[in-house]
């Protein structure tokens, strides 16, 4: 198994939500970039089910939903032999892990965290000690496993500065333990805008349902999503900082295709919209076409998607007391 035996790679770790809805935006954005970077990194990737719980969760619902992201990035092209694809509580050394790096994480550096504060105010009714402690057990997922590079979108920076924070204050205090963690942001993941509000980011929270494109959306959805998108007052099919609907457009036609920008401003010049949104919905049906498809199939084979799990919490559980037995010795506690 490559990640346990080649130590010349660097360590990629990515923990995702379990919400079961990726988005196109997700998808060109980072996840197509994915099954490139496992040929080149060890690859883990950690379904996070215990940071879904700090906010109050459908049990079923997030039993299916872990699942279902699980086989869409199987279904994005992540193979199980090469990537490390696991459940987060199948690993008790996260909780594990979390709890002796609360013991060294100060209570104001977390407070100063602005997702719990937006969180906060968001479930005003439910400000549980989780929620608070939520980037501390994200550290511990990065952590844990030597990670080199951590890919996250924008709005995760401040988790990792936390991260890096903990384990140099760690490694200071116990000698080298941690590998300091990078923020990866894909050179060239492309960040895709809301449909509906292009100045806004493609985000499956939107209030306006037309506003991102889901990978498991029928094609008529995705047709009628596109055909409806907003785009600029004149009609000219070109990039523009005073068009950022069209200039989305554009840019999603081209990830999806694989042509150009400047090839795509050829091929509808002189054209108007009406030309331009539906082949743009075409080019995404049929880009997103396969893996739904691949994905659907996975859901229906659970021994499968078991078997996949299983061995994944397998070796990320190998690799992952090698770093906490260490964290236990240095900190004192008494060799089990
Ligand atoms: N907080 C991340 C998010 O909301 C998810 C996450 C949990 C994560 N643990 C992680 C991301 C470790 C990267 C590394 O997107």
Known sequence: MSVMSDNQKKTIFSGVQPSGKLTL???LGAIKNFPLLQEEY???YCVVDMHAITVRQDPAALRRQTLEVLAQYIACGLDPEKSVLFIQSHVPAHAELGWVLNCYT???EASRMTQFKDKSAKHADNVNV????YPVLMAA?????????VPVGVDQLQHIELARNIAQRFNGVYSDTFVMPEPYIPKTGAKIMSLADPTRKMSKSDENANGFVLLMDKPEDI????????TDSDSRIIVSEDKPGVSNLISIYALATGKTIEQVQEEFQGKGYGDFKPAVGEAVVELLRPIREKTEDLLKNKDYLEQVYREGAQKAGYLARKTLDKVYRKV???KR
């Open 25 to 27: 935006g997700n998808y």
């Open 42 to 44: 060890n690859c883990i």
């Open 106 to 108: 100060m209570f104001g």
């Open 130 to 133: 989780g929620l608070f402690d």
């Open 141 to 149: 997922d990065i952590l844990l496993y030597q990670t080199d590079m």
């Open 223 to 230: 047709m009628r999503k596109f055909k409806r998108a907003v």
């Open 332 to 334: 004192g506690f008494v």
